[in-house]
């Protein structure tokens, strides 16, 4: 193997250098750098009004960074919008799904991106059907059918189609903001279960989280935000919950 | 170890609370949007059939005479229809379909133009204020009621206004000496299939007219115009919102907005495109009806706004949008025109029109609702 190639195979899959935000005279986020490799998940913590989602919004191509640079497999990149950063294989989970109720399973995992044949371009519903039954299966969301309707499902199986969407059209690195911030028990377990089997597909992963609980049985690395400013990266082996803690509040 | 402990509580936790459950064939049927609208169409056939059937209204002219006016309500059902499902309304319908009405009439009789500029200059104006429409209620953010309420004054005015300054007079004659020959007023106008009609009538199949001026001809001579664009454009509709990406992005757009933004969707481009046909709709319907009467009134179209929601939300379409079918909406209009000339023939007094029209929607929208929500267990 050349040292080129070997030079790639190693490159983080996202490479975040100095990354500085200001809106007007607010400075959001301040000198921030990351490295996020294949199959591995890294969490970002931080109290309200830390920056994080910022960030998130930042490397999915919502915000431009002030200054700094995001570079995806060890390439630059710039972001004209978010649908530029979904063509290089980010998939983003939002906090409140952006999911459409009235519409099947199917439908939602493939809005904007809708299977066609044919000439005329017609859906190919069939298609659809039979990818999205594949992937819920292979995730293990238990859902009724790929046809069931958004409205008719829990939270937990809601949560599930979002992060399966995700997981279907991302080659490389899924952003999770808060994906069960309003789920259960039961549902968060499940929910943790599939960003396992993620990781184990050897995608990189992004969350956030406010329980410390959930980071610490996820993540492989820590990172700490407090007011914009990056308090440090933490192996998650190597610490515990009073010293994250105490990073996050900046007391003790 | 806290893993084992999440695995170790959800297999029963999951049983419970996924709520996995088949959904059987006959759910599937009684929740599609139609549903209100098949049952009201039977109700009402069966209803005229039993108070009406020897009035001639299932005779082929009185057959004619309904789906005339069925056609004019799905013209505009269909645009309405399609809009509504985006998430959008439109109130200025009733007065585009007068505006445009006026501009063909003005354009073709007052300044001598030739009918088929006349028709494409007001199928691009009306289209223009679909998109202005449009471009207002996702610039303002102001929900399209209001903004449409607002043209549906600013055009009824300027109808009035163009007609009074133009002509002196509100209703503006002629039209159809200026329509003779012309290639594109007679895909608004005339009939097709009238072989077919006479060929049916001289086989005794339908009757002929037996004295006056046009003693020989059968009594329905042809399908009109007006029927065709009706079903080419509940067709189109159809074929849009179910067999295409943008129909899924038409859904998407109406119900979750922000949603179908994040998944790539052009959401305004959605939105305006819909005003824009909802536009195109009512003037096809204005064209056709200025080519039948062969004049244009500035009080055309009054009301006709409200019959085309009417039509949709008989349908099944909800109000707040993303959930609806053309089909519901073309039965809806079926419904519609049945019951007006319906009571017609039976003989009631025609101003009760209105309040059978009132008692219809509320049954088909209670019926709809409660329907829905008993099968699916909402609330």
Not at chain 1, 223 to 231: A, D, M, T
Not at chain 2, 86 to 101: P, Q, Y
Not at chain 2, 265 to 292: D, G, W
Not at chain 2, 344 to 370: H, K, M, P
């Amino acid at each position: 193997m050349t040292a080129t190639n070997r030079d790639k195979a190693t490159a983080p899959v996202l490479e975040l250098k100095s990354i500085h935000k200001a809106f007007g005279g607010v400075v959001a986020v301040e000198d921030f750098s990351l490295d996020l490799h294949a199959g591995e998940i890294v969490a970002l913590v931080g109290d309200n009004g830390a920056g994080k989602s910022t960030l998130v919004k930042m490397i999915s191509g919502v915000h431009a960074p002030t200054s700094g640079s995001i570079s995806l497999d060890g390439e630059a990149v710039s972001f004209a919008d978010a649908s530029v950063a979904r063509a290089h294989g980010i998939e983003v989970v939002y906090q409140d799904l952006a999911l459409a109720d009235q519409q099947p399973v199917y439908m939602n995992m493939f809005l904007g991106r809708e299977t066609v044949r044919g000439p005329l371009k017609l859906l190919d519903r069939k298609a659809m059907m039979r990818e999205t039954q594949a992937l819920v299966d292979e995730l293990d969301v238990r859902i009724p059918s790929a046809k069931a309707v958004i409205r008719d499902l829990s939270g937990g199986q809601r949560q599930g189609v979002a992060i399966a969407r995700a997981t279907h059209w991302a080659k490389k690195l899924i952003l999770l903001d808060e994906p069960t911030a309003a789920l259960g028990v039961a549902e968060t377990a499940k929910v943790e279960d599939i960003v396992r089997t993620l990781r184990a597909r050897n995608i990189a992963i992004l969350i956030i989280s406010h329980s410390l609980d959930q980071v610490f049985r996820l993540s492989d690395r820590i990172c700490v935000l407090r007011r914009g400013v990056q308090i440090g990266v933490r192996e998650t082996a190597r610490t515990d919950k009073n010293e994250i803690v105490s990073m996050i509040t900046g007391v003790g | 170890m806290s893993e084992a402990d999440t695995k170790a509580a959800s297999p029963p936790e999951e049983a419970k609370d996924e709520r996995v459950r088949q959904i059987s064939p006959l759910r599937k049927a009684l929740v599609r949007p139609e549903l209100g609208s098949i049952c009201g169409v039977i109700l009402v056939f069966v209803f005229f059939f039993l108070i009406a059937r020897d009035s001639g209204m299932f005779s082929p002219e009185g057959i004619q005479n309904w789906t005339v006016v069925s056609a004019q309500f799905a013209i505009i059902a269909v645009g309405a229809c399609l809009l509504m499902i985006a998430g959008e309304f439109d109130l200025s319908v009733g007065s585009m379909i007068g505006f445009s009405g006026i501009i063909i009439a003005m354009m073709s009789v007052t300044y001598e133009q030739p009918m088929w500029l006349s028709i494409i200059v007001a199928f691009a104006i009306a289209m223009g204020i679909g998109w202005l429409n449009g471009f207002l209620v996702i610039r303002t953010g102001l929900p399209s009621f209001i903004v449409t309420l607002a043209f549906l004054y600013i055009l009824r005015g300027l109808t009035i206004f163009l007609a009074r300054v133009t002509t002196n007079k509100t209703i503006i004659g002629g039209v159809r000496d200026a329509a003779e020959g012309d290639w594109l007023a007679a895909i608004f106008g005339g009939k097709i299939l009238t072989g077919f009609f006479q060929w049916l009538a001289d086989n005794g199949l339908i009757d002929k007219f037996v004295a006056g001026n046009r003693a020989g001809e059968p009594v329905v001579d042809g399908v009109p115009m007006l029927v065709v664009w009706a079903i080419g454009l509940i067709i189109f509709g159809h074929i849009l919102l179910t067999r295409t990406r943008f129909g899924n992005w038409i859904f998407a757009s109406g119900g979750d907005a922000q949603a179908a933004r994040y998944s790539g969707v052009p959401v305004n481009r959605v939105k305006i495109l819909m005003f824009m046909f909802t536009a195109f709709c009512a003037t096809v319907f204005a064209t056709c009806q200025v080519m039948e009467f062969g004049s244009a009134a500035a009080d055309r179209g009054v009301l006709k706004e409200f019959e085309a929601i009417i039509s949709v939300v008989i349908g099944g379409a909800l109000l707040t949008g993303g959930y609806g079918s053309v089909i519901g909406a073309a039965l809806g209009a079926l419904i519609f025109g049945v019951v007006q000339q319906g009571l017609f023939f039976a003989g009631v007094e025609s101003s009760l029109f209105r309040v059978f029209l009132g008692v219809i929607l509320l049954l088909a929208v209670i019926l709809n609702t409660y329907i829905r929500r008993s099968i699916t267990g909402e609330r």
